[in-house]
């Protein structure tokens, strides 16, 4: 296959599919995960509200669909999935999978991210009168928010790596041009090409992230 | 009835390995805009006493009532508002370090919902009795432990508290800074009769603000009174040892508290 016009618009086309399914995914991901992490953080035994039960429920949960393989996921997903998109294959039916993959993978970021906070600041808070919601979005969420941005950056990369993958399935993206041309017949050029940009991507992902963290961050002189 | 009465507080803790009674049947009262200090060795129980005071920490047993209200026996809601009375400061100050010194300020009349507007006007009145209105728009970690302590202070007077917790609030501070920082708890307890507990270990601090001390051993207290006499004639073994060793626990640095 020639580098033509029609290969570099395929692979534009790709980067765009990509970029849509990790955004929405990583958005609908946090959207579940950020709620999800808030309470594991707060009814964990140590937390401002233990709820030894709740978490134990929550944990079990979140580690049952952190264990499932990612490409396995998407296939038992599927029935979901058309109910929701009406198709199982394509870039928007993707994003189903991928946010219930990232969703427990985001809350145990979220929730490690809250737990590093400073148990006596919390304890400041509560001498105040603070009430729960006070200390969950100004204190936790507040004080924890340079962690929760890096924790923003692995999942993109993480959801990044899983939207390939989908394209074992037809799942869109640069991971489906990667399988159908590199793998199915045998363009090692274009496989090549696709992972270098999957790379770039991260790369990108990753720097802009870390500078928003770092630029966020007080706790430094 | 006095300001603050404790009544036949207990305080044991649970744990696989044995239960650990760390206050033991204490009594005591404040007088409302007294600088009461409680002294004792590490391990006697001081902080979990004076965290029993604005319930962080949870007695097993006994009353607590300040300001005519019985802790114990309130709501959370009711117990959140009555906190905004007790004020707390801490040995690690326990600032909000992703916000300026402004913002920390700020945050407990954002609890109290003043508005965003007011509460600015009103924050940089509190900044200016602690000398740090400059540092308005800095962050805590570009301060000093002196200046993070007024911080906390001013911050704490915010709420308008009528008891003022400081729980070893100068333990982590050199003798100039502790110097500085008791000279403004004063000049708050003068001017707003807020009622002070000062949990220390420093026996110097106790010696310079208290009005009245209370020695705790083992989760009791084995002896109180007022401040000079305690320290002129000490009764109890507990105390003599405090008071003599005064040079000697004076070098010593005492870990977190909390």
């Known amino acids: ?221 | 009835m006095a300001f603050i009465e404790i009544e036949h507080l207990e305080k044991t803790y649970q744990a696989k390995s044995g239960d650990t009674e760390a206050l033991k049947d204490v009594n005591f009262s404040i007088e409302e805009g007294e600088i009461f200090g409680i002294i004792g060795l590490s391990g006697a129980g001081k902080s979990t006493l004076v965290r029993c005071l604005n319930l962080l920490e949870k007695p097993s047993g006994g009353r607590i009532v300040i300001g005519g209200q019985e802790l114990l026996k309130l709501t959370d809601r009711e117990l959140r508002l009555a906190r905004r009375d007790i004020g707390m400061i801490f040995q690690h100050f326990n600032l909000l370090m992703q916000r300026t010194v402004l913002d920390n300020v700020c945050f407990p009349l954002e609890i109290a919902g003043v508005r965003k507007r007011q509460a600015r006007v009103e924050a940089v009145t509190y900044l200016e009795q602690v000398g740090l209105a400059d540092k308005a728009l800095a962050y805590p970690a570009q301060l000093s432990g002196g200046q993070k302590q007024r911080v906390a202070i001013a911050r704490v007077l915010a709420s308008k508290p009528r008891v003022l917790l400081c729980d070893e609030a100068t333990s982590a501070l050199d003798p100039q800074t502790t110097q500085s920082i008791l000279q403004l708890l004063k000049e708050i307890n003068e001017r707003y009769r807020i009622t002070m507990v000062v949990i220390t270990h420093e026996m110097s601090v106790v010696e310079q603000i208290c009005d009245r001390v209370a020695v705790l051993e083992y989760g009791r207290i084995v002896e109180s009174g007022r401040t000079r006499e305690v320290f002129d004639a000490p009764r109890t073994d507990a105390a003599k040892r405090l008071i003599y060793t005064k040079a000697y626990s004076e070098t010593q640095s005492e870990g977190s508290g909390i």
Do not use: H
């Open chain 1, 1 to 221: 296959m020639s580098w033509d016009t029609e290969t570099i618009k395929m692979l534009l086309e790709g980067v765009r599919d990509t970029l849509y399914m990790v955004l929405f995914s990583t958005l609908f991901g946090y959207l579940l995960g950020l709620p999800l992490g808030v309470l594991l953080a707060v009814s964990d035994r140590d937390g401002i509200r233990p709820r030894p039960v709740l978490y134990r429920i929550l944990d079990i949960i979140v580690n049952i669909l952190r264990s499932v393989p990612f490409l396995i996921l998407l296939i038992l997903v599927i029935p979901l999935t058309r109910l929701l998109v009406g198709k199982s294959y394509g870039s928007t039916a993707t994003i189903v999978p991928l946010t219930i993959a990232a969703a427990p993978f985001i809350a145990r970021m979220v929730e490690s991210s809250l737990k590093e906070v400073d148990r006596g600041v919390i304890e400041a808070a509560v001498s105040l009168g603070a009430g729960i919601r006070t200390i969950i979005f100004q204190v936790l969420i507040g004080e924890a928010r340079t962690s929760l941005l890096v924790g923003v950056t692995i999942s993109l990369g993480t959801i990044l790596g899983y939207s390939a993958m989908a394209g074992v399935v037809g799942g869109g993206g640069l991971g489906d041009i990667a399988i159908r041309y590199g793998y199915y017949r045998y363009e090692t050029g274009i496989m090549i090409v696709t992972v270098v940009v999957l790379v770039a991507l991260v790369q990108i992902l990753q720097a802009i992230g870390m500078m928003l963290a770092k630029f966020l961050d007080r706790r430094r002189v």
